[in-house]
Structure formats: C-alpha cells, structure tokens
C-alpha cells in the first residue's frame, strides 16, 4: 500500500467511525431533557448526515486498495497481522451494505434488522482496524 493510500484509508476511517461513534452516543446513550422531542441531541440529525456523506469515503478508500493491499495479502496468504485484516475484510461489505439499506428500509421489522447488522458488523470492523493500526505500530517500535 502507497503512503498516499495509507492517507486515505486512515482520513475515511477517522471520519467515518469518529461520526457513527457520536451518532451512536447521541441516539442510544443520550436521553432528551424535553420529553416530547424528536431527537435526543439537537445536532443528532446533523452527525447523521455528516456520517452518511462521509462513509462513500471509506468505500472508496477500501476499494482504491482492495486490489494491491487486500486481494492481495489474501491471495499470498501472509500472516502478519492476518486475523485483524481478515477480520477487516469480511466485516466490510456487510457493514457497507446495511448503512446504505438502513437508509432506504421502509419497514420498522427490516430496519431493527439493519440496525443491528450494522452496529454489528461496524463494532468489528472498529476492533479490527484499531488492532490492524496497532499491530503495524508494534511492528514499527521493535524493529
């Protein structure tokens, strides 16, 4: 993977998960002080948007290095830091796939579902990647 890559790859998921951690916060911690709101935050609704406009980024940033990085490390079987990747990899298209269907799903039963295949495989996806960093800054400090 090219620095340039790496850049990218890092600035989506800092985006992406730093939104969805504080859209989760506000919409499952966060209680309203007024019992007849909508919202439990008044800028709830905005991190929504903000996170739904920023995770095409990570999807691009995945796909810019799926082929060099992934495919790749998948297809020479290496074992450095395999379980996170791995982990990372199977983790993505279902995430991905559930943000875009949790926006569209008409039906309360359909969005429970989404709701939590997404927080699901999002909660891996967080684990995996800050394993995946770290193993690389282990990496880096013993040699």
């Given at each position: 993977?090219?620095?340039?890559e790496a850049?990218c790859?890092r600035?989506?998921?800092?985006?992406?998960?730093?939104?969805?951690?504080?859209?989760a916060?506000?919409?499952?911690l966060?209680?309203p002080?007024d019992?007849f709101?909508?919202?439990n935050?008044?800028?709830?609704?905005?991190v929504?948007?903000?996170?739904?406009?920023v995770?095409?980024?990570?999807v691009f940033?995945?796909g810019?290095?799926?082929?060099?990085h992934?495919?790749?490390?998948?297809?020479?079987e290496?074992?450095?830091?395999?379980?996170s990747?791995?982990?990372?990899?199977l983790?993505?298209?279902?995430m991905?796939?559930?943000g875009y269907l949790?926006q569209v799903?008409?039906?309360?039963a359909?969005r429970?579902?989404?709701v939590?295949v997404?927080?699901?495989?999002?909660?891996?996806w967080?684990?995996?990647?800050l394993?995946?960093?770290?193993?690389?800054?282990r990496r880096?400090?013993l040699?």
């Amino acid at each position: 993977m090219t620095p340039l890559e790496a850049w990218c790859v890092r600035v989506a998921n800092l985006l992406v998960i730093s939104t969805g951690l504080v859209y989760a916060w506000m919409r499952y911690l966060l209680r309203p002080s007024d019992p007849f709101a909508v919202v439990n935050h008044p800028w709830q609704p905005a991190v929504q948007h903000l996170h739904v406009l920023v995770a095409p980024l990570l999807v691009f940033a995945i796909g810019l290095v799926w082929k060099r990085h992934v495919a790749m490390s998948l297809r020479l079987e290496v074992r450095e830091r395999h379980r996170s990747g791995l982990a990372l990899a199977l983790s993505f298209a279902p995430m991905a796939a559930s943000g875009y269907l949790l926006q569209v799903a008409t039906g309360d039963a359909w969005r429970r579902v989404w709701v939590v295949v997404h927080l699901a495989t999002s909660a891996l996806w967080l684990g995996g990647f800050l394993i995946h960093q770290l193993g690389r800054r282990r990496r880096a400090w013993l040699s």
